[in-house]
């Protein structure tokens, strides 16, 4: 079992960064992909970006690509994601999710956390 937090999140203005973190409990966090889906008003939960176990891998979705950054530090059981350049349409609640999937990126995500609002204004 994983239990998730996410903090970080806030209302900024476009252009603005922010980073998100993710704390895991349990001594078997680098057993996991760690993932961040985030979820807009009215819309559904989508994927944002994943990071390999050793946290050499990362993915990301399109829209977010050259300006999100995932990372993880296993030592403190902490995944991350640094967003800058933020844009209106990035205002969602967000996520961070942990798979034990074999398949990249994972397809399915087992442990959620239970999200941090991200605001962003024009």
């Known amino acids: 079992q994983v239990q998730l937090v996410e903090s970080g999140g806030g209302l900024v203005q476009a252009e603005d960064s922010l980073r998100l973190s993710c704390a895991a409990s349990g001594r078997t966090f680098n057993n996991y992909v760690m993932g961040w889906f985030r979820q807009a008003p009215g819309k559904e939960r989508s994927f944002v970006a994943a990071v390999s176990r050793n946290g050499n891998t990362p993915y990301y979705t399109d829209s977010v690509k050259g300006r999100f950054t995932i990372s993880r530090d296993n030592a403190k059981n902490t995944v991350y994601l640094q967003m800058n350049s933020l844009k209106p349409e990035d205002t969602a609640v967000y996520y961070c999710?942990?798979?034990?999937?074999?398949?990249?990126?994972?397809?399915?995500?087992?442990?959620w956390g239970q999200g941090t609002q991200v605001t962003v204004s024009s």
């Open positions: 999710a942990a798979s034990w999937d074999n398949s990249w990126p994972p397809l399915k995500y087992y442990y």
